[in-house]
């Protein structure tokens, strides 16, 4: 243990400790330096770089589909094995450990930075897309409850495991270990003290790209869309300059929240978006087809868990269905193992005290049957509105997946102030709910960019909030919609080599779990000797 403290101390003591910055250089200037010059070249080139790395992604998601298919797999074998089992019991931070947060605090946390926005956007436009074309393979007797299912499959079980699992590695390195709270700690097992030098340096820096591109996409787009809304509610001219404005707003508010801190701006926004959304699904509950929604819930739960493994397993075959699967399924999942480093490292931070079983029950199976049954609610009501007045849903969410849910809504009621004030309610859950991705993603970018310190100076969170914020402007302005699609291309491309450092990482936390179980049946028998020496 002292020997990874000695080495901890290098690698903080190469940190860049001036103007209110604590930083490791190689992974912040390489960092920026790739991101800018990417940023540079879709801004400057669009069109070409739109078709490099959009042919990278359809390469990878057609010739790769297997890798991720088991990947995503083995990965939640992996990790309910390590709930269920004596591995479970372990606690992050050691047994006298206690949570920092309340499970309300934490679930809303979990809730806001590791699924939040894809409730309003794709919980109304998923199911519609897939009844209209999904594999025959993957289809049953009822089409709505076929695209339910698939979209379970894509929001839920095995993709959560995927954030449990490296939460897990990374709280167990970081709180039991006493190793930074970075992406290269997972690995110490494999490579011992080279992650203190320049490997973890280049782990660290492809975690830190796969976080700020993501983000950068997320808030870019993210703009669009709520420009969108307001457009629809509003009438507010949907343009460039509109679309800036959110993103400073946006940036602004995530800023003061980061420097605040986990205890108090982002877990107040946390539990402050998770009553609003709450609210606002409920209204939707009461005034939908209630009966409707909650069949299609329970049906669609059930068959989902029924063909959890078939639907899992599926891998396409024929060119049709491998397009199909590549654009949504492997989409997805490359998507999900990209996002670890920024989701995973975040739970991670809040999760110290709280036991394996915990985590990975609790992110796997509570997470996603909240999250099922929100976008059940926003979707059954979709569905079935757009089955009574002319698929208008289809219409909105063909032309403009933003509008989907004003569109919903507009024709939800006959009210226009009922119209006005739930559209306002899901508007501003849409915007915290960026808000809160924005500042736990800065929490995540400035600890990889620290050496994995937890406690690092206000001034860094300020400078990446802003860096973010920065770079998602400067893409939309200059670059625009095809820009940021680019960026995202970028983020999907990332999975790949995430999947094999995911499968990396299952060895390395079961070999380090495997040996403390094995320390601590030690202790338990040796204690057991000593009281029946004593008794004899």
């Known amino acids: 243990m002292s020997r990874n403290i000695h080495s901890i101390q290098k690698l903080h ?79 992050l931070g050691g047994s006298k450990a206690k949570p920092e947060f309340s499970n309300f605090s934490w679930y809303s946390m979990l809730f806001s930075a590791g699924i939040g926005i894809a409730i309003f956007f794709y919980g109304i436009a998923e199911p519609i897309y897939h009844m209209q074309n999904l594999p025959e393979a993957l289809t049953g007797k009822n089409k709505v409850i076929d695209a339910f299912k698939i979209m379970y499959l894509h929001w839920g079980f095995a993709p959560w495991a995927v954030y449990s699992l490296s939460a897990i590695a990374l709280g167990y390195f970081a709180y039991n270990k006493k190793l930074p709270l970075s992406l290269r700690s997972i690995f110490y097992p494999i490579f011992k003290d080279k992650i203190f030098g320049l490997l973890g340096d280049v782990i660290d820096t492809l975690a830190v790209l796969s976080v700020l591109f993501g983000l950068a996409t997320s808030l870019g787009l993210g703009a669009k869309q709520i420009n969108s809304g307001m457009n629809y509610i509003f009438g507010i001219s949907m343009n460039g300059t509109i679309q800036i404005v959110l993103i ?45 929604i909650i069949s299609t819930y329970f049906t669609s739960v059930g068959t ?53 079983r915990e985590i990975a029950f609790g992110t796997i ?44 809504i ?10 006005s004030i739930l559209s306002f309610v899901g508007m501003t859950a ?5 808000v809160t991705s924005s500042d736990s993603g800065s929490l995540v970018v400035d600890n990889l960019t620290s050496g994995g310190k937890i406690d690092s100076p206000k001034t860094q969170r300020v400078f990446w909030a802003v860096m973010e914020g920065l770079i998602a402007a400067s893409v939309l302005m200059l670059g625009g919609t095809r820009a940021l699609t680019t960026l995202q291309s970028a983020v999907i491309a990332t999975g790949l080599p995430f999947s094999i450092l995911m499968l990396m990482m299952c060895y390395s936390l079961y070999v380090e779990l495997k040996k403390e179980i094995e320390k601590h049946k030690k202790y338990q028998l040796t204690q057991l000797k000593t009281k029946l020496d004593k008794i004899a």
């Open 13 to 91: 003591n190469r940190n860049f400790q001036k103007f209110g910055l604590d930083m490791n250089l190689f992974v912040s200037i390489v960092s920026a330096i790739l991101v800018l010059g990417f940023s540079i070249f879709t801004i400057v080139n669009p069109d070409g770089s739109a078709t490099l790395f959009g042919g990278v992604k359809t390469y990878i998601t057609t010739h790769f589909n297997w890798v991720f298919v088991l990947t995503i797999n083995f990965i939640f074998v992996f990790t309910i094995f390590l709930g269920a089992s004596d591995f479970g019991k372990i606690k």
């Open 410 to 419: 507009a024709n939800l009621m006959e009210s226009s102030i009922l119209q």
């Open 430 to 434: 849409v915007i915290l709910f960026f």
């Open 248 to 292: 400073a707003i946006i940036t602004f508010i995530a800023t003061l929240s980061v420097v605040s801190g986990v205890s108090k701006g982002i877990k107040i926004l946390s539990e402050a978006n998770f009553f609003i959304s709450g609210a606002f699904l409920f209204l939707i509950l009461l005034i939908g087809p209630t009966g409707y």
């Open 304 to 356: 989902y868990v029924k063909e959890f493994f078939y639907i899992s397993l599926f891998t396409g075959v024929s060119e049709a269905d491998m397009a199909w699967q590549g654009g949504w399924t492997i989409f997805y999942w490359a998507w999900w193992v990209s996002w670890t480093p920024f989701v995973g490292t975040f739970i991670a931070r809040i999760s110290k005290g709280r036991t394996i």
């Open 365 to 408: 199976f509570c997470s996603s049957l909240i999250i099922f049954f929100a976008m059940t609610i926003l979707g059954a009501t979709g569905v079935y509105l757009n089955e009574i007045h002319n698929n208008v849903i289809v219409k909105a969410v063909n032309a403009n997946i933003a509008t989907a849910l004003f569109e919903m």
